[in-house]
């Protein structure tokens, strides 16, 4: 074994390390939720069935009790752990959605937390969401939130190569604007389509619910790492190479212009 590679000592140390964070983060969402619980109720009664804020409570303290029972936790064995219970004690779609897809995502932790793991389970939960709910953005759920924030999050890390705090900082931002996205729109999965245009300038309790779990996380990652949450916002710290994304363009788009035409610019 080289120098430069971690011992077994030192793996099992840092998965000890990276469970126990993500113990810290389920019992800080536990709180935050119950805290919440009236808030979202409030919201879900006006377009739902009014039961969002208790089920959400409920599944949470569960899900916090059984991440603290576990023998030396490692972050895939807590998120699964999570997932399962939160399964069998949230109610209506809410179990699936927020604890079976936290099920899937869990194996990407299944050699620790890094930035680049962290977001391939970013990537995945937001996938099995999606499949799930069968929602799309602009359905008016948790998936106008989550995309935004997922979005971010894989272009602040991967492209604008930002430190993995100020990239989830950036990703909260973006689920709050996605939150307040669904308040103007008309809800086209789940009861509140029921109401058809009446749903209309009414805020989504699950897209309200993600953006509290993940305002939690990232409170906890500045705990564990002793930092002050990074003041940032969800634009783009850089301007796109057109050069580089081109070869990425869907057909019709900047890749297929001829060569030394400028397929933004105007005509004289």
Not at 10 to 22: F, I, L, P, Q, R
Not at 138 to 153: C, I, K, R, S, Y
Not at 201 to 227: N, W
Request: with cysteine; net charge negative.
């Amino acid at each position: 074994m080289s120098g430069d590679e971690p011992g077994e000592n030192e793996s099992s140390v840092d998965a000890a390390a990276d469970g126990a964070a993500v113990v810290a983060a389920v019992e800080a969402v536990a709180d935050r939720i119950e805290r919440e619980r009236d808030h979202l109720t409030e919201l879900d009664s006006a377009i739902g069935d009014a039961d969002h804020g208790g089920n959400m409570a409920r599944g949470w303290a569960a899900a916090a009790e059984a991440a603290r029972d576990l023998d030396d936790p490692d972050p895939e064995t807590v998120c699964k752990t999570v997932g399962k219970t939160l399964m069998a004690e949230v109610g209506g779609a809410s179990g699936p959605l927020f604890g079976g897809s936290l099920v899937f995502a869990s194996a990407e932790l299944a050699d620790g937390v890094t930035a680049e793991s962290a977001v391939a389970f970013a990537e995945t939960y937001l996938e099995k969401v999606e499949d799930r709910g069968d929602a799309r953005v602009g359905d008016q759920t948790m998936v106008d939130a989550l995309t935004p924030a997922v979005h971010t999050f894989k272009k602040s890390v991967e492209t604008d190569d930002l430190p993995p705090l100020e990239a989830l900082a950036k990703a909260v931002d973006a689920a709050e604007r996605g939150v307040a996205f669904t308040v103007p729109i008309r809800a086209k999965k789940g009861r509140a389509s029921y109401l058809g245009w009446r749903s209309v300038g009414h805020q989504d309790p699950g897209a309200t619910s993600a953006l509290y779990i993940l305002e939690e996380v990232l409170a906890t990652a500045a705990d564990r790492l002793d930092a002050d949450i990074p003041d940032v916002d969800a634009t783009s710290p850089t301007i796109p190479d057109e050069a580089a994304d081109g070869a990425d363009a869907p057909d019709g788009d900047a890749a297929d212009a001829p060569d030394g035409d400028d397929p933004t610019a105007e005509d004289d």
